[in-house]
C-alpha cells in the first residue's frame, strides 16, 4: 500500500512579492490577465518605474527604541498606514473572498475598503471584519468604496445599505464612470449588493456612444456636491491627480482624497500618482488627509509615498495574491510583511515615527 503524499511545502516567502508566483499558479489565465493587467503594459511598468527612481538616506545613530507605526484617521485609531485598497469580485481569488480580506485586516489593526462591487454580502464582510475586534469598544468597520450607480436615487440607496451595515467612511470613486467588462465571471461571482440597472435608452445616429451613453452616467462636481449632503460620513474622493481638482474636493466640504491612477486601468498615458503626489500636497498644505494608491509593493513603496507626503496608502494587488495562496492568512500574512519592511525602513532612515517622515529622507535620481 502506498502511502499518501505529503503536500508539496511552500518556498520561503519573505517578501509581498513571493506570492506572485504562487498565485498565478493557483489562478486560470483570465481571472490572471484580469488582476494584473492595465490599461497598457506601460500603465503597469510605470507605476514600478516611478518608485525605483527615489533613493533613501540612511541616518545611522539615532535613537529609535520605541518607535512605532500608529496614526489616527477619521477618528480610528490604526496600527499601521497601509490600508487595503477596494478591489471588486474578491471571489475570484479565493472562496472566502472579501471576508477574508476583512478579517485579516481587523486582525492587523488595520482597515479595508469594501468595493461596491463585492462578491459578499455588506453584512458578511462586516460580520468577519468585527470577529477580531469583539471586545474593543473603539473598533470600527470597514470603509465603503462607492461607485457612482448611473443616477443619484441609485446611489443613494446603495449608500444607505452601505451606511446601514455600519460602514465608518465613504470613497467615492470618480477616475473610472464607465466599468467596461474585461473578464467573464462565474456564475457564482457577481455584485450581490447592487440592483439591477434597467437597459439605457437608445441612442440615434447622431449621438456619441461615449459622451451620450456611457458618459451620460458618470458622476459631475454637482452630483459630488449633492452626495455631500447625503451623508454625514467622511467623504473622500478617490482617483484624484490634479491640484485643481483636489482643491475643489476641499471647497465642497469632503474630508479627503486618494491619489490614484486606478492600477493604470483607466487612461493609458497618464501620470502615475508617485509623479502628481508632490504638487496636490503642496497645493493642499494639510488641509485634510491625502492618501495614496497605485504601485505598492513593498513597505519601502509605502515609505517613499509617505515621504512625499501621503497620510496613509492604499495596497492592492499584493494582498490579493495572498488572498488567492492563503485566504484571510495569506492577505494577514503580506500586511505584516509590508510593515515589517516599512519599520525596518523607517528605523535604517532614523524615523521613529510616521511624523518624522519626510522629504529630507529622499533623494530622487
Known sequence: MTAPSSPTPLPPIDRARDYLPLAEACLGPSIWHYLQTGSSDASVTDKQ?????IRL???????????????????????????????????????????????????????????????????????????????????QLPWFQLYWQGERERTARLLQRAAATGFSVVVLTVDAPIKRASLQLPDDVAAVNLENHPPPAPLSQAQSMVFDGWMKQAPTWDDVAWLRQQTQLPLLLKGILHPDDAEHVLALGCDGIVVSSHGGRVLDGAPTSLDVLP??????????????D?????????????????????????????????????????????????????????????????????IAR
Open 49 to 53: 518605474n516611478a518608485f525605483t527612481t
Open 57 to 139: 538616506i540612511p541616518r545611522p545613530l539615532r535613537n529609535v527604541q520605541g518607535g512605532h507605526t500608529r496614526l489616527t484617521l477619521y477618528g480610528q485609531e490604526l496600527a499601521h498606514p497601509l490600508l487595503l485598497a477596494p478591489v471588486s469580485y474578491q471571489r475570484l481569488f479565493h472562496a472566502d473572498g472579501e471576508c477574508a480580506s476583512a478579517m485579516a485586516a481587523s486582525a492587523q489593526g488595520g482597515q479595508m475598503l469594501v468595493s461596491s462591487l463585492a462578491s459578499q454580502p455588506f453584512a458578511a464582510i462586516a460580520r468577519a471584519s468585527s470577529t477580531e475586534n469583539l471586545d474593543d469598544p473603539g473598533f
Open 294 to 362: 497605485s504601485g505598492i509593493r513593498s513597505g519601502r513603496d509605502a515609505f517613499i509615498a509617505l515621504a512625499l507626503g501621503a497620510t496613509a496608502v492604499l495596497v492592492g494587488r499584493p494582498y490579493l495574491w495572498g488572498l488567492t495562496v492563503g485566504g484571510a492568512l495569506g492577505v494577514a500574512h503580506v500586511i505584516r510583511l509590508l510593515r515589517d519592511e516599512l519599520e525596518m525602513t523607517m528605523a535604517l532612515t532614523g524615523c521613529a515615527q510616521l511624523g518624522d517622515i519626510g522629504h529630507h529622507c529622499l
Open 279 to 292: 504638487d496636490i500636497v503642496q497645493r493642499i498644505d494639510g488641509r485634510m488627509p491625502i492618501l495614496f
